[in-house]
């Protein structure tokens, strides 16, 4: 037997499993030995755009808005902001001109704690920071009326736009960062419905690791695109959550050339289906909701077949997610076909966080909730069965529950094919030979 430990909320799991199980990670990213200087680096000679200074100096900007991902996501915002600030300041902007804009999305608005943590104590004393609120009619423009599109005023109002965030593997969206920092981060509920929209998701390209002919990774760039952006800047990270890549530029040709370099670093190739799949949330912060913890389940379908056990472990401090979300999937209480009928049926009307439920029923059609398990600390037994999901119960942590249900599967099914994915929804699982979809390698 071997020990593997799984991101755990702010920890990690360790379980045992046989030597012959199968480690599923992409080769680690080495970390930078000064992320300061690379972004200053990127910043100075940046991919299919002139360098930053360069584009203050020439359209002299009274006011900058920069937006940063929200809590959900382990962007080193206090890095990327103070080399941003200090660019701007050097060439004509002051602090006084700048803000900062957390994209939201749809999620919660962030805690004054959370706000410290994204963008750093320093930022937070020179710069004003806000959220984006998508449901305030006064906080939002409209840019396009055919799609009818809105975003936040003040970002989209500003002389001078610029977009950070993180690339990593989206299972939907192919990859996050680039224009995922405008939409869905700083869009209306109409247009985020539309991103998520039931057809959209229905179409087999809406996955991770592809962008060509994805429908969620165009309705994104159009309206990125549509609203404007200067400059934009997208780092990579290594499992530890330290510096792996900084890319700066073009929206579009920095965030595919991002996009290359992270499918080399977080791809792993597989041979087929497994029998047992134990798989992460991701640990903090992308695990402390059940409505998070489906992006771990949805990446792992490659490794699954019809006959395949999924065992995940997602801490889910914060339980199922949003109201509308817990509303939603309670109420169709485990009956997850009738859910499916119904937003097929209603396919122009797309109800609030359904889009994730949706995602969900990729891994319950390929292999039902008696297959799919799932140890957490954060919500009750009874309530994880209304979520159309099998608990792991039993004494103990969730360390030793995760440990007896492995063991429990490996006794009543002898010599079963057993692969573990660590880091869960960060790993793009391939088969052997192929390549990302729409990816250079």
């Not at 997208?234 to 959550?241: D, F, L, P, S, Y």
């Not at 889009?355 to 008696?370: A, D, K, P």
């Not at 006794?411 to 057993?418: L, P, T």
Request: proline fraction near 7%; include cysteine.
């Amino acid at each position: 037997m071997k020990t593997i430990c799984l991101a755990y909320g702010r920890s990690s799991l360790s379980v045992r499993v046989p030597d012959g199980a199968q480690v599923l990670r992409g080769p680690h990213a080495p970390p930078l030995d000064r992320p300061e200087e690379a972004v200053m680096k990127a910043l100075a000679e940046p991919i299919g755009s002139p360098p930053l200074a360069e584009l203050v100096r020439r359209q002299r900007p009274t006011s900058v808005a920069i937006t940063v991902s929200d809590i959900t996501r382990p962007v080193p915002n206090p890095v990327l902001l103070k080399g941003l600030l200090d660019v701007l300041n050097r060439n004509g902007v002051s602090d006084a001109q700048v803000l900062v804009v957390i994209g939201t999305g749809m999620h919660r608005e962030s805690t004054p704690q959370e706000r410290r943590q994204i963008v750093g104590d320093d930022v937070l004393a020179r710069v004003e920071v806000i959220d984006h609120r998508p449901r305030d009619a006064a906080a939002l423009v409209q840019i396009s009326s055919e799609p009818p599109v809105a975003v936040n005023r003040r970002f989209a109002e500003a002389d001078f736009r610029i977009v950070t965030g993180l690339i990593e593997p989206h299972f939907m969206a192919g990859f996050s960062g680039g224009r995922k920092g405008v939409c869905p981060a700083l869009a209306d509920l109409q247009t985020v419905q539309r991103f998520h929209g039931f057809r959209t998701l229905a179409d087999p390209r809406a996955d991770a690791g592809v962008l060509e002919g994805n429908p969620c990774h165009q309705i994104a760039l159009s309206v990125a695109r549509t609203v404007g952006v200067d400059f934009l800047v997208n780092v990579a990270i290594t499992h530890e959550r330290e510096v792996a890549g900084v890319f700066a530029g073009d929206l579009v040709a920095a965030h595919e050339a991002g996009c290359r370099k992270v499918a080399r670093w977080v791809a792993a190739e597989i041979d087929g289906p497994f029998d047992l799949v134990v798989t992460s949330g991701g640990g903090y912060p992308l695990d402390q909701t059940f409505y998070q913890t489906v992006k771990g389940m949805v990446m792992a379908l490659p490794a699954l077949g019809p006959t395949s056990t999924l065992l995940q472990a997602s801490h889910c401090g914060e339980g199922i997610g949003s109201q509308a979300y817990a509303d939603l999937i309670l109420g169709y209480d485990n009956q997850w076909q009738r859910f499916l009928a119904d937003a097929e049926a209603a396919a122009d009307r797309t109800l609030l966080d359904q889009w994730e439920y949706q995602m969900q029923t990729r891994v319950l059609q390929r292999i039902g909730i008696e297959r799919l398990h799932l140890v957490c600390d954060g919500i009750p037994a009874d309530t994880v069965r209304r979520l159309s999901a099998t608990p792991v119960c039993g004494p103990g942590d969730a360390a030793a529950r995760l440990q007896a249900a492995i063991d429990g599967h490996l006794a009543a099914h002898g010599q079963a094919r057993v692969a573990v994915i660590p880091e869960g929804p960060y790993t793009l699982l391939l088969q052997r030979g192929a390549r990302p979809h729409g990816q250079a390698m």
